[in-house]
Structures are given as C-alpha cells and as structure tokens.
C-alpha cells in the first residue's frame, strides 16, 4: 500500500512539474511580444515591423539639409543669380500603438517639425516652415511560425504645413508693383496634405543574435496645390543583438529605404532614398532606448532645385506593455 501511495505521490509531481514547466515557457514567450526563434527586433525610423504589440514610442531629433540652390530670375525669365545655403530642422514623433486582439493592433500618432535656414541666405531662399499632423493605422497579421511573421499595414496620415516665403513675397512685389492679397498669401500660406499607405510587413528570426525585416508599402499624396501623387515604398532591416553573443547589451540596426513616384518629394524629416544606422541598449525585457543616424536624398517640390543631402539624428525610446 505504501509503495502504491508512493508511486501516486511522484505520479502527481510529475504531473504538477509537466504544467508548472509549461505555464513557464508560455510566461518567456508572452515576455518578448516582439520575438521569433528567441530573436528581439530592434526598432527602425524608416521600416516598420510586423507586431501587433501594445507599445509606445518616442522620437526627438534633428537634421541638417545641405548644399540648396535656388535659381532667381528676372522678368524676363533669366536667371541672374542662384541663392545657396544650407537648412536646419527639428522633430519630435509621438506613437502609441495598441494590441486589439492577436489578429489586430490600432495605433495613433502626432508629429511636429520645423526647419530654417542656418544663413540669411538660406532664410531668404527657403524660408521658414513648421509642419504639425497625426496619423491612424492599423496592423493585422496574418501569418506567422516559429521564425517567421507576415501581417498587412494600412495608414492615414494628416498634416498641415505653414510656410513663411520672403523671397516669393518680394518676388510678387516687384513683379506686380504692389502689395496686394497674392503676396500676402505668399508670404505667410498653410496647405494640409492627406497620405495614405497600403502595404505588407514581414520579420525573419534567423538567430537569436540577428533578425531581418522588409516591407513594401503603396499609396497617395493628396495636397492643396497639386492634383493626388502615388508614391510606393520598399525597405529592410537587419539587427544583430550583440547581447546574446557577448555580456554587452547593445543592438545595432541598419537599414535602407527607396520611395518612388510623384508623392516622394517635399519630406525633409525622410527622403526618398534613406540609410539608416541604429544603435539601441537592449538590457531591458520592455524597453529599449538608443539613436538612430540617417543619411537621406530629398526631392523637394520645385523642379528647378536640385535634390538635397541630408543627415538626420533621432533619439528613440520604446516601452513594450
């Protein structure tokens, strides 16, 4: 009798064993919502992710566009000389992003950003502009492995840019004799401009220390002055955690982005061909801090000014709940 008490005893810890080990691997799994095959993403300003994780994110940053040329021209349509300098900008990025169900995540975000010339020159020519907006998008996945997550993205995405224009006010002046309502609009104007984006999402684990994620994106520009442009979107990332190799808790990113089309210009703060270094501490489970360096070609609106060089810094911070 004792050895059956005995048998029935270890029966029953076995048993106990067998779903405390389980309810453990589910508490590891559940810990990293943004892990395959043991491999944490690190965050990107250029290439999203496939999650649909609750998180919050928070970018603060700025930049330097190099080597703007304006041509002048005089009634006749001449050029007489060509206005150069360089332009300084400035952003804050706001985004907060919540898991509706496995198969859904919402997310909303407010953005802010102003840029000036660094020389009266590069005031006169490109003036002053500050461009405040939000957004609203959804993330559904739709397929997903051990090492593998594929989900559809869809945004929207509103703003309103406020231009301050001297050189196009004395422009206006001088070409019709007179201040009159024109060239008050001209220098001081406001445009809203809508975009919207479709496109797929997809995330590799390939090893615990390294992870690749790509995204192919199409949609449309839709502004004040100018019928609806198309733009599409293709980018990748890579990120090495370096701490699961070594006791040193950094993750390093690098990723690329090209836009084409129409609705590729006017984006100081991205650009339509962008390289992107990230570097991030990954010491903690829910949260992550770093910076991300960007190099950035931009296409502005007028046609007549060559495209612009840009470097970009941007400090992130991510808290996953």
Partial sequence: MSSQNGMRHRVRLSVF??????????????????????????????????????????????????????????????????????IGFLLVDFEYQLKIARWLALRATATGAGRIGTSAQAVLASGVSAVFGGSLGATVPVWNSDQFLVALDATFRRSTEYDI???????????????????????????????????????????????????????????????????????????????????????????????AGPGRTGNLAGGYRTAELGLYYTGREAFMVGADFLWSKIAVRDVEVPDLKATQFRLVTRIDF
């Avoid at 965050?43 to 609750?54: C, G, M, Q, R």
């Avoid at 090893?207 to 199409?218: D, E, H, K, N, S």
Wanted: with cysteine; aromatic share 8%.
């Fill in 165 to 259: 224009d001297p050189f196009a006010f004395v422009r206006d002046v001088v070409e019709s004799d007179s201040i009159d309502d024109g060239a008050r609009a001209t220098l001081l104007s406001s445009e809203k401009v809508n975009r919207w984006l479709l496109g797929a999402q997809g995330a590799w684990g390939i090893r615990p220390w390294v992870g690749v994620t790509a995204q192919i994106q199409y949609g449309g520009v839709d502004d004040e002055s100018a019928d609806d442009k198309s733009v599409t979107s293709i980018g990748t990332q890579v990120g090495f955690d370096i701490g699961k190799v070594s006791s040193v808790p950094l993750g390093i990113s690098l990723a690329y982005r090209n836009q």
């Fill in 17 to 86: 064993g067998l779903v405390a080990l389980c309810a453990s691997a589910a508490n590891a799994q559940t810990t990293c919502p943004r892990c395959l095959d043991g491999h944490r993403f690190l965050p990107s300003s250029i290439v999203n992710d496939p999650f649909a994780t609750t998180h919050f994110v928070n970018a603060t940053g700025g930049g330097m566009a190099y080597d703007l040329r304006i041509p002048v021209r005089n009634l006749e349509g001449d050029t007489i000389t060509t206005f150069k300098g360089d």
